[in-house]
């Protein structure tokens, strides 16, 4: 089991890989039967989550990472960290405040990762005014989910081609 500095060390080394646009070293901190939720890509499980990254992170151009404050102790783990970014689909700048959760595998990688953030005000400044309208209702969360999935999903098929 990893001590509690090991584990704060880890959430410290992944958002500075985040913030590096280093997707593969995201990835290798996640255990092979790993567990990842968010609003925009629902639950993850296994590679989807390293993958997830992988294909986050190389399509951005202007990512800026702030993780303002972590903790962890021998077993689980908490993040604040803000994403500073423009959205591909719109060319709409976005911050994300976002929280996450942790818990850790006994080899000291992540078992599960969740984070929370508030899907209507990510999608006010991501999607404009259908963000304003349509944020709060469970219809807009589930068609970007469907459509974040369908790119991972491809993103996934034209690495293994």
Do not use: C
């Amino acid at each position: 089991m990893a001590t509690t500095d090991e584990n704060k060390s880890t959430i410290a080394a992944f958002y500075a890989a985040f913030g590096a646009g280093d997707g593969d070293a995201m990835a290798a901190h996640y255990a092979p039967d790993a567990t990842f939720k968010d609003p925009a890509f629902g639950t993850l499980t296994g590679e989807e989550a390293g993958d997830m990254w992988r294909m986050l992170t190389g399509r951005a151009s202007d990512l800026k990472i702030e993780l303002p404050e972590h903790d962890a102790d021998g077993d689980s783990g908490t993040a604040h960290w803000i994403a500073h970014y423009t959205f591909a689909q719109t060319g709409r700048f976005v911050v994300n405040d976002i929280h996450a959760r942790f818990r850790f595998a006994p080899d000291g990688r992540f078992a599960e990762h969740i984070d929370d953030f508030s899907f209507h005000k990510w999608s006010k400044q991501a999607l404009g005014t259908p963000g304003t309208l349509l944020g709060w209702t469970p219809i807009l969360p589930a068609m970007t989910q469907k459509k974040a999935r369908a790119q991972l999903a491809a993103f996934r098929a034209s690495r293994k081609s």
